[in-house]
């Protein structure tokens, strides 16, 4: 079985800090996404990367930054956090076709302050 | 008007009986329709995956695909608590080369012992 993992379950930061949330995949997966989760909002994509050192940007960029630098890891950068943030971040993974379906990981809940 | 359409719920029905939870899409151009399960405080995780038209089976659970009506449907035969989820239905444009997913906004489902 696929395993994603987020280093994190729950996550408080203040207001400006610089937040950093990594995922790890175990299933030699070429693709890896990263999307935040809200109320009646659904799954948004913020950033996803095809490659190592690869990354493109989702549909809600703004704010974040990306990083991956090897295969099996892809982090998340807030650069300067904010109340808006706060929010289910979840990554996923998937194989290189267009058929891989996404595996997610369990998420990280960030609330910032 | 969004992509993909879902009903938030929620929706609470007895235990055994069949529920049925639907997506509608805009876009023509998707051919691989997911429903994906996430219980509280966890990741989606996949559940059904079919390409185009027509119907799959899956133990007590039966994905629909009618894309002359751009309708999709999810069936859960004598549902159980354990059903007791939030169910996404996701879709992809075999044209964005897998990286882009579209998640309806998930539908919440109690079941009711």
């Known amino acids: 079985d696929v395993k994603v993992t987020q280093s994190s379950r729950y996550l408080v930061k203040r207001t400006g800090e610089k937040v950093f949330l990594e995922c790890v995949q175990d299933m030699d997966h070429e693709n890896m996404f990263w999307y935040r989760q809200d109320p009646g909002l659904g799954l948004r994509l913020i950033y996803f990367s095809y490659d190592v050192k690869m990354k493109e940007k989702g549909d809600i960029p703004e704010g974040y930054s990306v990083s991956r630098e090897k295969k099996e890891r892809f982090s998340l950068i807030l650069e300067s956090a904010s109340t808006n943030q706060t929010s289910m971040y979840l990554c996923?993974?998937?194989?290189?076709?267009?058929?891989?379906?996404?595996?997610f990981g369990n998420g990280t809940r960030l609330t910032v302050t | 008007q969004k992509e993909v359409e879902q009903d938030p719920g929620p929706l609470s029905v007895p235990e055994g009986a069949i529920v049925s939870l639907n997506c509608t899409y805009s876009n023509s151009a998707f051919q691989y329709f997911m429903w994906y399960r996430q219980y509280s405080r966890k990741g989606p995780e996949l559940l059904m995956y079919t390409y185009s038209s027509g119907n799959k089976e899956d133990g007590r659970f039966t994905a629909q695909v009618d894309k002359s009506s751009k309708y999709i449907s999810l069936f859960i035969r004598d549902s159980q608590p354990s059903d007791s989820a939030t169910y996404l239905c996701?879709?992809?444009?075999?044209?964005?080369?897998?990286?882009?997913?579209?998640f309806g906004a998930g539908t919440r489902l109690f079941v009711k012992a």
């Open positions: 996923a993974s998937s194989l290189s076709n267009t058929v891989s379906p996404l595996h």
């Open positions: 996701a879709m992809r444009d075999q044209n964005t080369g897998g990286f882009k997913t579209i």
